[in-house]
């Protein structure tokens, strides 16, 4: 009969706990970001209150929001959204495949370390706008111009993930490799590539970041007649003093970049638990 | 130097007159000092020695991962070498890890996944065939690593210190293991430890290494099976380590 009751105690205990911790895990992880929000919010409304500025040069939140969605109900917004997203996609595509290229080369061939391994990190501290006035001299005020300069914002911090990725590569690795009699392929493919992965990861990261920076420069410079872009919307924003639609895009903007990078981190994060180096 | 060694002409494994330096100028150590070691097919020798002795020099030196300034090794066969960590790839399950081995060594792509599971169950791994490395106890790890060693066809295994880290109770086991596995498949092993105790209950030979040189030899001459704990273990055990402090060095932590 004892034995009966703890049993069921037991079950009982077990059936609840994981949607109880889950809940709590979910509050313990949420509320320091809702907390942060409300004190932001909090700010803009009490700067709002105080007129430093007139309301059609600096909205309240409220009025912010109610433009953002009225904006996200019309075509114009989700076009230009698309726009600047496939921009973003095939700018940061293009850069994972020469940064990764690059990377590579550089982190294999001493010559080409010695020659570029400094210039690398020297276009990835130097800002991307100052790419712009040479990207419209050399390819006008199209496409490949904002392109070109959100491969240069985003390849070198890719590039340099790879680098350290494979300089990184525990040593006993290599030593593992050459007993299991690996090639110099099958020592890439099989062995320093994996094992560079996490860095390489954190190198996407950061080269994402550089990307949307440059893109979103690059959309404020070159403004395409009718291809609208999030970058293009700002400007006429502040163009025509429309406050309220130049604060609702930024916040996309930020959204946007946030999503992204939180998709890395969980994809960075996921990919650290699996090989045992991150419990939580 | 045993002469039943020296009367012997084919040889698993054999150092000659082996040295190797390290660093220039008056950074320059000597790590091994004119050692010469010959292993028969289907012995198991353990080397023994403190830290810094020599002995994983030694073993990298068979196992081809240094070259050796002066002096001839020879190979009968490429050996494989199991590691003091296990050095498992962290991104690939036990298995895949076996398989690696079986693909560097030219295993087709249909046949791996059956012979890493013949592999791992060798070593009493059944049913943990696809935990990666970090969900395995350090024992399972070098089992994994053991089964790799064997997943490279190879007649000579180098084992450098792989139980070191482990509990009495897991590594008690994993000598029973070894022991039965190297017989079975008539393996020579090369087996690197700092625990007497531990050389004398698994080696036909003991090698006392210090100072980069090889200070005595020994056939250990006990019946099979032997324990860890057992007297005439023991009593092995002391009077090698008395030889290896007399050889001028002094074993530290000898289990003993």
Redesign the interface.
Known sequence: MTATLVSTQVQTSEGRTPSKSGARRAWAWSWPKLLAIAIVLAIWQIIYWSGWRPSYVFPSPLETFAELGEMIRTGRFWSALGTTLSRAAIGFGAALVVGTAIGILVARLTPLRLAVGSLITGLQTMPSIAWFPFAILIFGLNEQAILFVVILGAAPSIANGVISGIDHVPPAYSRLGRVLGAGPVSMYRDIVLPAALPTYVSGLTQGWAFAWRSLMAGELLVIIAEKPSLGAQLEFARQFSQASTLLATMIVILVVGMLVDALFSYASRSLRRSRGLETT | MSTAVETEHSWALSAENLTKEFGEGSQRTIALDGVTLRVRPGEFVTVVGTSGCGKSTLLNVF???DDPTAGVVTRGA?P??M?Q?A?L???LTARRNVE??L???GVGKSERRSRAQELLAAVRLEGWEDK????LSGGMRQRVALA?CLA?NTSIILMDEPLGALDAMTRDHLHDEIESIVRDRGLTVVFVTHNMREAVRLADRVVLMGSGRILHEQEVGLSRPRAMDSADVAERAHDLTARLKAGGTVLRGVDS
């Not at chain 2, 990666?132 to 969900?135: C, F, L, Y």
Request: aromatic share 8%; net charge positive; no cysteine.
């Open positions: 196992a081809g991962l490429k494989a070498l590691f960590d050095t790839l962290p991104w690696l081995a693909k560097l060594t990666k490395p970090h969900e790799r490279q």
